[in-house]
């Protein structure tokens, strides 16, 4: 057994995992029967199998027992065509008290056949063993340790490991369950560890099997040599739920879902739920810790830790699935392909209350997209959102270090902390790229001290009408700037792009509309510190662009498309102050200022516009005066009623200001605040 980490000793020393503990006393039924290696009626396990009636118990002492035989075409250990229970950790001067941990019962094949067979619609109970040596003879056969044909299995505070399977499930193999009058199968408090397949389920394999549970199990060690799911893999099983397991370094390095792998019960089937389990320290060429594939999950406070894949999905993977997060913990994953935490493709998806820390999407070429989460979806009927999660830490190669939506249709995001995340190409924060068919909405997210080439907190790049970006701040981001909008009409609402390293919004041949945002304290070295437009016909309503400096000193720079497309830029209610140049026009392009307050005093612009001819300028309703922010120097600009901004503006049909306050106020006030009394949003919104 590999070393765990401290938490996962922890869980250990609680009694979440592992076998049950000193003195766990069990009823005696009616029909029971003893075996030991000396002085019991029975020396073997499969003697009293086959003397038992249905329904009786079999307890046996401690002792190496050994010894296989054939029934048909099965070679085991015990064969079983009854319901029976059988019980391990007894001594001969005890049958009332088990002890499994000191009184180990081992039940050895020796790798001549199965340990178990249950062949036919029997429930076997199995409580207190040590199960391993169990091996296929015949090169073809799935199972090692223990076979279930359309039977169940209850398995609890047994260890099974050291067992190999030809194909699937090395550990344990069922195939079908049909038995509805029955419990349910079950696997409780065990240890399963060191079993090969050569293909499906190194430890586990369950081929459609009615609903299962696993609870407080410890899963570690094992190898799906040429296929999915390294600890457990469910294949066409309706209802799975897991509770308190522990998936550690188990592995599927040519399949999917190193830790646990689900596939196949249509998305809109009945859930596979996880809850507080610990997935850690797995591989796989996709989906490192889990991958899920056709089916529908929950997970409820799951931590995924650690992980690696060679391909998509350090942490998690899913496709065509439809899936539920709650909590819980994606960290320290590494993807060689496209994200590092949660790959989500062709998916929907509801992910809130979880943190998705330090993830790396490391592949050089093609890029990896999506340190931490990358979502691609098609399918009108999937939705996508993530609400109040912490995106940190957490780098990609390619686009969106901590987020990349690529394509996604439906897409919402409210509410997320995306920070310090990282990426060498577009979107530090959070990539938007492609052209769903339905609008995405990204509401009150704050991205932080996040760094890119291009875009440090965000970027959009879109040829059509589909994103809505409302209320964000986008701060002190690094490399790229504040916000990138390539192409498209996005727009950006109720935005504050403040303190940014780098153009506070780069827009690229895009017809993008900007309302209500503040635009201030952004450093750049080059043109347009605050706001710069490369092509296209954008529009600007209750903008304010303050305080940006570096570069050529220019708050606002326009200028035609990097492939010399045109421009036609227009602003209205735009304050400007505290630049060396408010505006600068590159030749040729077209710019329409409509009602622009020209702070004075502190605040004053050494130049106004800078045009050095060529261009076509359209200049109304300047204003002149005191901008009266109430902190500017602290980074408050909200106005004052003294403000020259208050009740100077025209109407742009724009009902609110970059608070979400009502405007206008009277009549409307330039710049994006307007003074007045305020409606102050909750604080997860602010």
């Given at each position: 057994?590999?070393p765990?980490?401290l938490l996962l000793?922890?869980?250990?020393?609680?009694g979440?995992?592992?076998?049950a503990g000193?003195?766990?006393a069990?009823?005696?039924?009616?029909?029971?029967?003893?075996?030991?290696?000396?002085?019991?009626?029975?020396?073997t396990?499969?003697?009293?199998?086959t003397?038992?009636?249905?329904?009786d118990?079999?307890?046996?002492a401690?002792?190496a027992?050994?010894?296989?035989?054939?029934?048909?075409s099965h070679?085991?250990?015990?064969?079983?065509t009854?319901n029976?229970?059988?019980?391990?950790?007894?001594?001969p001067?005890n049958w009332?008290?088990?002890?499994?941990a000191t009184?180990?019962?081992?039940?050895?094949?020796q790798?001549?056949g199965?340990?178990?067979?249950?062949?036919g619609?029997?429930?076997?109970?199995i409580?207190?063993?040590?199960?391993t040596g169990?091996?296929?003879?015949?090169?073809?056969?799935d199972?090692?340790?223990?076979?279930v044909?359309?039977?169940r299995?209850?398995?609890?505070?047994?260890?099974?490991?050291?067992?190999?399977?030809?194909?699937?499930?090395?550990?344990i193999?069922m195939?079908r369950?049909s038995?509805?009058?029955?419990p349910?199968?079950?696997?409780?408090?065990?240890e399963?560890y060191?079993?090969t397949a050569?293909?499906?389920?190194g430890?586990v394999m369950?081929?459609?099997a009615?609903?299962?549970?696993?609870?407080?199990n410890?899963?570690?060690?094992?190898?799906?040599?040429?296929g999915?799911?390294?600890?457990?893999?469910?294949?066409?099983c309706?209802n799975?739920?897991?509770?308190?397991?522990l998936f550690?370094?188990?592995?599927?390095d040519s399949?999917?879902?190193?830790?646990?792998?689900?596939?196949?019960y249509?998305?809109?089937?009945t859930?596979?739920t996880l809850t507080?389990?610990v997935?850690?320290g797995n591989s796989?060429?996709?989906?490192?810790?889990?991958?899920?594939?056709?089916?529908a999950y929950?997970?409820?406070?799951?931590t995924?830790?650690?992980?690696t894949?060679?391909?998509?999905?350090?942490?998690?993977?899913?496709?065509?699935?439809l899936?539920?997060?709650n909590?819980?913990?994606f960290?320290?994953?590494?993807?060689?392909g496209?994200?590092?935490?949660?790959?989500?493709?062709?998916s929907g998806?509801?992910?809130?209350?979880?943190?998705?820390?330090?993830?790396?999407?490391?592949?050089s070429y093609?890029?990896?997209w999506?340190?931490?989460?990358?979502?691609y979806?098609?399918d009108?009927n999937?939705d996508a959102t993530f609400?109040q999660?912490t995106?940190?830490?957490?780098?990609?190669?390619?686009?969106?270090g901590?987020v990349?939506?690529?394509?996604?249709?439906?897409?919402l995001?409210?509410a997320?902390?995306?920070?310090?995340?990282t990426?060498?190409t577009?979107g530090?924060?959070?990539?938007i790229?492609?052209d769903?068919?339905?609008?995405?909405?990204?509401?009150y997210?704050?991205?932080?001290?996040?760094?890119?080439?291009?875009g440090?907190g965000?970027?959009?790049?879109?040829?059509?009408?589909?994103t809505?970006?409302s209320?964000?701040?986008?701060?002190s981001?690094?490399g790229?700037g504040?916000v990138?909008?390539?192409?498209?009409?996005?727009?950006?609402?109720?935005?504050?792009?403040?303190?940014?390293?780098?153009?506070g919004?780069?827009?690229a041949v895009?017809n993008?509309?900007?309302?209500n945002?503040?635009?201030?304290?952004?450093?750049?070295?080059?043109h347009?510190?605050?706001?710069?437009v490369g092509?296209?016909?954008?529009?600007?309503?209750?903008?304010t662009v303050?305080?940006n400096t570096g570069?050529?000193?220019?708050?606002?720079?326009i200028?035609y498309g990097?492939?010399?497309?045109?421009?036609?830029?227009?602003f209205?209610?735009?304050?400007?102050?505290?630049?060396?140049?408010g505006?600068?026009m590159?030749?040729?392009v077209?710019l329409?200022?409509?009602?622009?307050?020209w702070?004075?005093?502190?605040?004053?612009?050494?130049?106004?516009?800078?045009?050095p001819g060529g261009?076509?300028?359209?200049?109304?309703?300047?204003?002149?005066?005191?901008?009266a922010?109430?902190?500017?120097?602290?980074g408050?600009?909200?106005i004052?009623?003294t403000s020259a901004?208050?009740?100077?503006?025209?109407?742009?049909s724009?009902?609110?200001d970059?608070?979400?306050?009502v405007?206008p106020?009277?009549?409307p006030?330039?710049?994006?605040d307007?003074?007045?009394p305020?409606q102050?949003?909750p604080?997860?919104?602010?």
């Amino acid at each position: 057994m590999k070393p765990v980490n401290l938490l996962l000793s922890g869980l250990l020393m609680l009694g979440l995992l592992g076998a049950a503990g000193p003195g766990r006393a069990l009823a005696a039924p009616a029909n029971e029967l003893h075996v030991c290696s000396s002085g019991c009626a029975y020396s073997t396990v499969q003697a009293a199998v086959t003397a038992a009636a249905s329904g009786d118990t079999i307890k046996v002492a401690a002792g190496a027992y050994h010894g296989v035989s054939t029934v048909g075409s099965h070679t085991q250990m015990v064969y079983i065509t009854k319901n029976i229970t059988l019980l391990g950790g007894f001594t001969p001067s005890n049958w009332t008290a088990a002890n499994p941990a000191t009184n180990v019962t081992l039940l050895d094949a020796q790798q001549l056949g199965h340990v178990f067979t249950v062949n036919g619609a029997y429930q076997a109970t199995i409580d207190g063993f040590s199960i391993t040596g169990g091996k296929t003879l015949d090169g073809v056969s799935d199972s090692g340790g223990i076979y279930v044909y359309d039977g169940r299995l209850i398995l609890s505070h047994s260890k099974v490991y050291g067992n190999t399977a030809d194909l699937d499930g090395g550990g344990i193999y069922m195939l079908r369950s049909s038995m509805s009058a029955l419990p349910n199968s079950s696997f409780t408090s065990n240890e399963i560890y060191s079993n090969t397949a050569g293909d499906m389920g190194g430890g586990v394999m369950l081929d459609a099997a009615d609903t299962v549970t696993f609870t407080g199990n410890n899963i570690h060690d094992n190898t799906a040599t040429n296929g999915d799911g390294g600890g457990v893999y469910l294949d066409h099983c309706p209802n799975a739920a897991f509770s308190q397991d522990l998936f550690n370094a188990n592995h599927a390095d040519s399949g999917s879902g190193g830790g646990l792998a689900i596939w196949g019960y249509g998305s809109g089937g009945t859930n596979q739920t996880l809850t507080g389990d610990v997935v850690s320290g797995n591989s796989a060429s996709h989906g490192g810790g889990m991958n899920f594939d056709t089916t529908a999950y929950i997970l409820n406070q799951v931590t995924v830790t650690g992980n690696t894949s060679a391909h998509d999905g350090g942490g998690l993977a899913t496709y065509a699935t439809l899936g539920t997060i709650n909590g819980g913990v994606f960290g320290n994953n590494t993807s060689n392909g496209s994200d590092g935490g949660l790959f989500l493709q062709l998916s929907g998806a509801s992910i809130s209350g979880a943190t998705v820390i330090n993830n790396h999407a490391t592949r050089s070429y093609p890029a990896s997209w999506g340190g931490g989460i990358y979502f691609y979806n098609e399918d009108l009927n999937r939705d996508a959102t993530f609400v109040q999660n912490t995106i940190t830490g957490n780098t990609a190669t390619g686009r969106g270090g901590g987020v990349a939506i690529d394509g996604g249709y439906k897409v919402l995001l409210r509410a997320n902390q995306i920070t310090g995340n990282t990426t060498s190409t577009l979107g530090g924060g959070l990539s938007i790229y492609g052209d769903p068919t339905v609008s995405g909405s990204y509401l009150y997210n704050t991205l932080q001290s996040n760094s890119a080439a291009t875009g440090g907190g965000i970027s959009v790049e879109q040829q059509q009408n589909r994103t809505a970006l409302s209320f964000n701040r986008v701060v002190s981001n690094t490399g790229g700037g504040g916000v990138y909008l390539q192409g498209g009409t996005p727009s950006l609402d109720g935005t504050t792009v403040k303190g940014n390293a780098g153009n506070g919004v780069m827009l690229a041949v895009s017809n993008a509309v900007l309302k209500n945002t503040l635009v201030a304290d952004n450093t750049c070295a080059n043109h347009g510190c605050g706001i710069s437009v490369g092509g296209g016909s954008p529009q600007f309503l209750h903008i304010t662009v303050a305080h940006n400096t570096g570069g050529d000193g220019s708050g606002i720079y326009i200028n035609y498309g990097q492939s010399g497309e045109n421009v036609n830029a227009s602003f209205t209610n735009t304050l400007v102050g505290g630049q060396t140049i408010g505006v600068k026009m590159n030749s040729p392009v077209t710019l329409t200022l409509n009602t622009t307050l020209w702070a004075n005093g502190a605040w004053l612009n050494s130049s106004e516009v800078v045009d050095p001819g060529g261009n076509t300028l359209a200049r109304s309703g300047d204003v002149r005066g005191d901008a009266a922010f109430v902190n500017g120097a602290a980074g408050n600009y909200h106005i004052q009623s003294t403000s020259a901004a208050h009740d100077h503006g025209v109407n742009a049909s724009v009902t609110d200001d970059v608070d979400g306050d009502v405007r206008p106020c009277g009549a409307p006030d330039i710049g994006a605040d307007e003074w007045g009394p305020k409606q102050y949003l909750p604080l997860a919104e602010k």
